[in-house]
C-alpha cells in the first residue's frame, strides 16, 4: 500500500511538512505504521505535487524510493507552497515501476492520488473504461488501475461535477463492479481536499490556517482525526466535513 498526504492553507516549506516531522512521509517510505494492505515498504517511486502562487500545480516524480533521492533536501528547504499533494509508491505485484505510474496525477489544476488498488484489475473495470473516448485511454499516464481510476475521475469533473461528487461516485461505483478493492483517494485543486478511507486509514488534522489529510499522523501532536472507513472527508482550512459513503 501507498502512503500519501494533502496540505492546503498558508505557506509551509515542503521540508517542513514531507521530511522533517518526525513521523514525515519521508520516514513512512521505509517505516510506515500502518500497511494492513500487504507490503512492508514504500520504494516503487515518489512524487510531490504543490502549488506556489499559481492555479495550476508544478510536479515533481521520480522511479526510486524518496530516501535515496538526495537532490530532495535542498530542493524541499527552498520551496513553499499553500497546497501541497505527496505519495509514496509500493507498487502493486504486475503493475510497472515507472515515473508516470507515480501519484499525483495531474490535469489542470488538479492533483489525484490513490492508495490501494482495484480487484480484479483489469477485467472488473473494463466496461467502465468502455465510456471513456479512446483518446483519454490512450493518454493515460500508464497502464495501471490508479492511472484508470484518475481517468475516470477527470472525466466526471471536466463534465462539470463537484469535485466531492465526483469522488463519491467514483468509489461507489468502482466498489460496486470491483469487490474488495482499496480506494483510498486524495483530491486538490490546491484551496481544498477531497479524501477517502475505503479499507484503509485515513486521518486529519485541522491547523489555525490550514487543514492536512493524510494515510497516517506526521506527529503525535493532538488534532489528528481519523474518518472513519467508507467515508468522504471534504477539508479546508476553515472546515471539515465528513460524509458516509457505505460499507467497504
Given amino acids: 500500500m501507498?502512503?500519501?498526504i494533502a496540505y492546503v492553507g498558508a505557506p509551509v516549506r515542503l521540508?517542513?511538512?514531507?521530511?522533517?516531522p518526525e513521523h514525515s512521509l519521508l520516514r513512512q517510505s521505509w517505516a510506515p505504521r500502518d500497511m494492513r494492505g500487504g507490503g512492508t515498504v514504500n520504494a516503487d517511486g515518489y512524487g510531490?505535487?504543490?502549488?506556489?502562487?499559481?492555479?495550476?500545480?508544478?510536479?515533481?516524480?521520480?522511479?526510486?524510493?524518496?530516501?535515496?533521492d538526495a537532490t530532495l533536501p535542498a530542493l524541499a528547504e527552498e520551496i513553499r507552497a499553500e497546497g501541497v499533494l505527496a505519495a509514496v509508491r509500493s507498487a502493486t505485484v504486475g503493475m510497472p515501476v515507472i515515473e508516470t505510474a507515480c501519484a499525483p496525477f495531474t490535469d489542470g489544476s488538479w492533483l489525484?492520488?490513490?492508495?490501494?488498488l482495484v480487484r480484479g484489475w483489469p477485467s472488473s473495470v473494463a466496461a467502465l473504461a468502455a465510456r471513456l473516448p479512446v483518446t483519454d485511454l490512450l493518454q493515460m499516464d500508464a497502464p495501471t488501475d490508479s492511472a484508470l481510476l484518475w481517468a475516470l475521475l477527470r472525466a466526471r469533473l471536466a463534465a462539470g461535477e463537484k469535485a466531492a461528487d465526483a469522488v463519491a461516485a467514483l468509489v461507489t461505483e468502482v466498489a460496486e463492479v470491483?469487490?474488495?478493492?482499496?480506494?483510498?483517494?486524495?483530491?486538490?485543486?490546491g484551496t481544498q481536499v477531497v479524501g477517502t478511507a475505503w479499507t484503509h486509514a485515513l486521518w486529519v488534522r485541522a491547523l489555525d490556517d490550514a487543514v492536512v489529510v493524510a494515510s497516517e499522523p506526521y506527529d503525535e501532536e493532538p488534532g489528528w482525526q481519523e474518518v472513519p472507513d467508507g467515508h468522504l472527508v471534504t477539508a479546508a482550512p476553515s472546515t471539515v466535513d465528513m460524509m458516509r459513503l457505505g460499507a467497504p
Fill in 2 to 4: 501507498c502512503r500519501h
Fill in 15 to 20: 521540508a517542513d511538512l514531507l521530511l522533517t
Fill in 48 to 68: 510531490i505535487g504543490w502549488y506556489a502562487g499559481g492555479a495550476e500545480p508544478v510536479r515533481l516524480r521520480r522511479t526510486g524510493p524518496m530516501w535515496t
Fill in 112 to 116: 489525484f492520488s490513490h492508495n490501494g
Fill in 178 to 189: 470491483a469487490p474488495d478493492s482499496r480506494l483510498n483517494l486524495l483530491l486538490t485543486d
